[in-house]
Every structure is written in C-alpha cells, then in structure tokens.
C-alpha cells in the first residue's frame, strides 16, 4: 500500500510545488494511517490545514481506498 500512497502523492506534488511547498510520506500504520509532512511553503502556512484536509487527504483518500485516514505532523 506505501507504493500506491506515493503514486498519489506524486500525483499531487506538482499542485504543491507550484505553491513552493510539497509533502513527504512519513508512514503508512498497520491499521492504514497515512502520516505525511508538509513541506517548504506548507510548513506553518495558514492555509495548510486545509490544504492537508482538501487536497492531501482527500485526493489520496481517493486514489486509494484502503487508507483509513491521512494525518500531518
């Protein structure tokens, strides 16, 4: 499942990075947690929570079913 994650995330890296900013998998749990760290311009933006809640998480999320849940450290 860690593949699939990162083919997500690459699929919405280049929205980030247009912003300067970008995300890096941290881990994937047993129970199917994502944990991701925002990056460059995401880091401490104002807006990165909803970046993570409508971008990140939903886009991954959707890409890939399993996941139970994306959360950002």
């Known amino acids: 499942?860690?593949?699939k994650v990162e083919e997500a995330l690459n699929k919405i890296?280049?929205?980030l990075q247009a912003d300067?900013?970008?995300v890096e998998?941290?881990?994937v749990s047993e129970?199917?947690?994502v944990t991701v760290r925002?990056?460059?311009a995401c880091h401490g933006c104002p807006m990165a929570q909803m970046t993570l809640l409508?971008?990140?998480r939903k886009n991954v999320m959707e890409m890939v079913p399993e996941v139970s849940d994306v959360i950002a450290i």
């Open 13 to 15: 890296r280049p929205w």
């Open 31 to 33: 129970d199917s947690q």
């Open 54 to 56: 409508m971008g990140v």
């Open 25 to 27: 998998l941290v881990a």
């Open 38 to 40: 925002l990056t460059g």
């Open 20 to 22: 300067g900013g970008d």
């Open 1 to 3: 499942m860690k593949a």
